[in-house]
């Protein structure tokens, strides 16, 4: 059974950095990619970044492209989410998943087969 655990969450003033750490049990020969999306109160859930997991190839969302950055250490099954210069809009939970299915395409959340329970991130202006 593959289990996403995900933490690093927590308030942070504006301007400010959190990294989110998404600790994975899974056989790494069934990722194809990970993915971070969050999703804000009232809201649908949105893509935030991905990282392909032999390559290390990453894509993001415009919106936070530049200061975030995604990565990932393949001998602890961990993905990373750096973000810095965070702004109240940032504010939600954040939510890592798995993509075992080869292909192009990253942003939608139906291309994503298990999914953490999420961390709530909240940035204060």
Do not use: H
């Not at 099954?77 to 075992?100: F, G, H, I, W």
């Amino acid at each position: 059974q593959v289990q996403l655990v995900e933490s690093g969450g927590g308030l942070v003033q504006a301007g400010g950095s959190l990294r989110l750490s998404c600790a994975a049990s899974l056989r790494t020969l069934s990722v194809y990619a990970m993915g971070w999306f969050r999703q804000a109160p009232g809201k649908e859930r949105e893509f935030v970044a991905a990282i392909t997991w032999s390559s290390g190839n990453t894509y993001y969302a415009d919106s936070v492209k530049g200061r975030f950055t995604i990565s990932r250490d393949n001998a602890k099954n961990t993905v990373y989410l750096q973000m810095n210069s965070l702004k109240p809009e940032d504010t939600a939970v954040y939510y890592c998943a798995r993509r075992s299915s080869y292909g192009t395409g990253y942003e939608s959340a139906f291309l994503y087969d298990y999914w953490g329970q999420g961390t709530q991130v909240t940035v204060s202006s």
